[in-house]
């Protein structure tokens, strides 16, 4: 079993939508969450961080962690065509050894 | 401020050949790490430098190694290149402190690619 699963998409939504991004973990010591989103030919830009279980909100982008259900989520409010790009979740029990997913490809069309 | 800078963009090299990249870290970090992501998957840990020696290393052979230098700048060293080695090679950086460590902010990677 992988450490952290992720749904690859790829999404594709018309501009304006909620967008909710998922990943689920398997190791209950993890207790950073980290989005990162990457365009193509990027590197990871940190979009969110968290510590331990809860919400955090940041202009139209909110995170979530479910430290029960081991569920990470990232919800996009009134998408912009800009925001089309890959979301990679990431976790550890430290900041040093970081696990990601495979990353969710989405795109906002216009 | 300067972000996390890598050299070079890209790289062709043939099996069995040596590889060094580079990173110059963010301005006020000091600790460097860095990740393999092959294509359509997420970054995978390689290793991390501390106060110049490795501290934590991921599910990598021996034949990956790295350097930190007083400046926090780092390399990465991949020795008898195969065709799996093709990725994209990703140096983060960060701080870590006495009682504050904070997330890792990524450069924009050097793109391998092994013939």
């Known amino acids: 079993q992988k450490e952290v699963e992720q749904d690859p998409g790829p999404l594709s939504v018309p501009e304006g939508a909620i967008v909710s991004l998922n990943c689920t973990y398997s190791?209950?010591?993890?207790?950073?969450f980290m989005w990162y989103r990457q365009y193509s030919r990027k590197g990871p830009e940190l979009l969110m961080y968290?510590?331990?279980?809860g919400n955090k909100e940041d202009g139209r982008f909110t995170a979530q962690v479910d430290k029960s259900s081991k569920y990470i989520s990232l919800f996009i409010r009134d998408s912009q065509p800009s925001d089309s790009a890959t979301y990679l979740c990431?976790?550890?029990?430290?900041?040093?050894?970081?696990?990601f997913g495979r990353g969710t490809q989405l795109t906002v069309w216009p | 401020e300067t972000g996390v800078t890598q050299s070079p963009t890209h790289l062709i090299k043939t099996r069995g050949q040596q590889v060094t990249l580079r990173c110059s870290s963010q301005?006020?970090?000091?600790?460097v790490s860095w990740y393999q992501q092959a294509l359509g998957q997420g970054p995978q840990f390689i290793f991390q430098?501390?106060?110049?020696?490795?501290?934590g290393r991921g599910n990598f052979p021996p034949r990956f190694s790295g350097l930190q230098f007083p400046n926090y700048s780092s390399e990465l060293n991949v020795n008898a290149l195969e065709l799996d080695d093709s990725a994209l090679y990703l140096c983060?950086?960060?701080?870590?402190?006495?009682?504050?460590?904070?997330?890792?902010?990524f450069g924009d990677g050097t793109r391998l690619s092994i013939l």
């Open positions: 990431a976790t550890g029990s430290t900041l040093g050894r970081l696990y």
């Open positions: 301005s006020g970090h000091n600790t």
């Open positions: 190791n209950s010591a993890f207790q950073y």
């Open positions: 968290t510590y331990s279980s």
């Open positions: 983060a950086s960060s701080f870590t402190g006495r009682t504050s460590n904070q997330p890792q902010h």
């Open positions: 430098y501390y106060r110049e020696e490795e501290n």
